[in-house]
T-cell receptor, first 108, second 113 residues
């Protein structure tokens, strides 16, 4: 599976938008871009995934660069409950290869 | 979506012993996965458990150390054998949902003394 690069940590203020970047310059044409998050003391939770087009769901939006070498997870209005480690993963839906992720801190 | 439960939620074991972790899903699924998360680290896939066939192990993980059973489409077990302190980790199972998302259990926190 292709490797991804994410910042180790980011901070946001409550009720502000958050843009979490991910670089995946070696992504193959058939690899999906998945985002998961892991809240403290819990298993990972699916956030969103996409292939080429931007995607929206009730949790977040996923913006995918035209060349697919990078993507951005957008939380439109951060809450304290969004504090977690966010993982960007390339590949199929089965063998997820987790990197170190971005630890998001949300300040009240 | 799928709801996954794991037993036990945590355990403290002595080195040299074995622990079997159970994973129960509320719906029938073809593939189940077992992951390990060492302290302060990310998740690493141990193996894929398919019903009716041998589990498929990732590089660095072997059946003798982590035997897996998959007796039906809603249940799987992972055994951590001959444990050492290096096996202290959180062990998680997961399944794939209908549209590519994976659902994870809450994890089993294992401490080996």
């Amino acid at each position: 599976d292709a490797k991804t690069t994410q910042p180790n940590s980011m901070e946001s203020n409550e009720e502000e938008p958050v843009h979490l970047p991910c670089n995946h310059s070696t992504i193959s044409g058939t690899d999906y871009i998945h985002w998961y998050r892991q809240l403290p003391s819990q298993g990972p939770e699916y956030v969103i995934h996409g292939l080429t087009s931007n995607v929206n769901n009730r949790m977040a939006s996923l913006a995918i660069a035209e060349d697919r070498k990078s993507s951005t997870l957008i939380l439109h209005r951060a809450t304290l409950r969004d504090a977690a480690v966010y993982y960007c993963i390339n590949g199929g839906s089965e063998k997820l290869v987790f990197g170190k992720g971005t630890k998001l801190t949300v300040n009240p | 979506s799928a709801v996954i439960s794991q037993k036990p939620s945590r355990d403290i074991c002595q080195r040299g012993t074995s622990l079997t972790i159970q994973c129960q899903v509320d719906s029938q699924v073809t593939m189940m996965f077992w992951y390990r998360q060492q302290p302060g680290q990310s998740l690493t896939l141990i193996a894929t458990a398919n019903q009716g066939s041998e589990a498929t192990y990732e590089s660095g993980f072997v059946i003798d150390k982590f035997p897996i059973s998959r007796p039906n489409l809603t249940f799987s077990t992972l055994t951590v054998s001959n444990m050492s302190p290096e096996d202290s980790s959180i062990y998680l199972c997961s399944v794939v949902g209908g549209t590519y998302e994976q659902y994870f259990g809450p994890g089993t926190r294992l401490t080996v003394t």
